[in-house]
């Protein structure tokens, strides 16, 4: 989808009479919050994803089932945290808790940016998988009760698909971005590091980190040379991607401070859906 397609809608929705998402709903600031947190979070987390499992399979050398437990740590305190997510924010408000998991998820790029390493394998991710997973956890809940909490009850079904669609979105623009980062990152370093191979190695070589392990064997005895290369430029391809998220994550938390849910709102609007829900059963 380009940009016209996107203005497009935007001004279709505005005319009908009947639009299937009122685009003038997004002057709830809950709403719109809560929407780009998980636009953002959900993008991140799938770049994350797009590099982490080619980094246990082609660098560590790990099977599929084995970098599926590798991501375990995350995915584990992120159930934790997305359970702890709704009693903090009652105390604290929805915009400090989400603030806190998106402050949470850039330290864990910037972790992984910093210290992921060939030599180091796993251990040298693992505390940014950890945080990163609590900070997912932190920020998903409150922004998806941004969204539905900030829509009357007979507009439940669009609170709902917006919050799918901007997941789906966010996956879709996290790939589409961090992959091809990771990827010029990889290629421009590699290409650097094989300046004493030839030049048809070299453009094998780039195509990927698969592809240069594959004619690895074909060296000789710069094999190893060869592999170490390979892995190393893709960890410089990983730093790179991570650093962009670092960047995106702190703008999504200057927008949550500024345009972020009204803290202290959290009673009002619970007394304003059991209002709605004793209206209609009324």
């Known amino acids: 989808m380009g940009i016209t397609d996107v203005v497009g809608f935007i001004l279709w929705e505005i005319k009908h009479n ?21 636009l953002t979070v959900f993008g991140v987390q799938a770049g994350l994803f797009i590099v982490l499992f080619p980094f246990f399979q082609g660098v560590l050398g790990w099977s599929g089932l084995r970098s599926t437990l590798g991501m375990m740590p995350m995915a584990i305190l992120m159930m934790i945290s997305s359970g702890l997510a709704p009693k903090l924010a009652l105390r604290i ?26 030599e180091t394998g796993y251990l040298s991710v693992l505390p940014g998988l950890i945080i990163m997973g609590l900070g997912m956890g932190f920020s998903m809940r409150p ?7 900030s829509l ?8 709902s698909a917006l919050n799918d669609i901007t997941r789906e979105l966010g996956t879709a623009l996290g790939v589409a971005l961090l992959g091809p980062l990771v990827t010029a990152g990889y290629s421009r370093s590699v290409a650097t590091k094989l300046q004493d191979f030839s030049d048809d190695v070299i453009a094998t ?22 592999v ?3 892995r190393e430029s893709f960890v410089s391809g990983w730093q790179q991607a991570m ?17 972020g849910p009204q803290n202290g709102s959290n009673k009002e609007r619970s007394a304003s859906v059991e209002s709605d829900k004793k209206s209609l059963d009324g």
């Open 228 to 230: 170490r290369f390979a």
């Open 205 to 226: 070589a780039k195509e990927g980190l698969a592809h240069a392990q594959a004619i690895a064997p074909s060296m000789g005895n710069k094999e190893e040379v060869l």
């Open 152 to 159: 009357p009850v007979d507009r439940q079904g669009v609170a």
């Open 93 to 118: 408000g929805s915009k400090y808790t989400m603030a806190l998991g998106i402050t949470l998820g850039s330290i864990g790029s910037m972790l992984m940016a910093i210290f992921v390493s060939v």
């Open 143 to 149: 922004a998806t009760e941004a969204i539905t909490s």
């Open 243 to 259: 650093w962009v998220g670092v960047v995106i994550m702190t703008a999504l938390l200057l927008c949550i401070f500024f345009k």
């Open 18 to 38: 009947a639009p299937l998402l009122d685009i003038r709903l997004f002057r709830e600031r809950g709403l719109t919050s809560g929407s780009v947190s998980l």
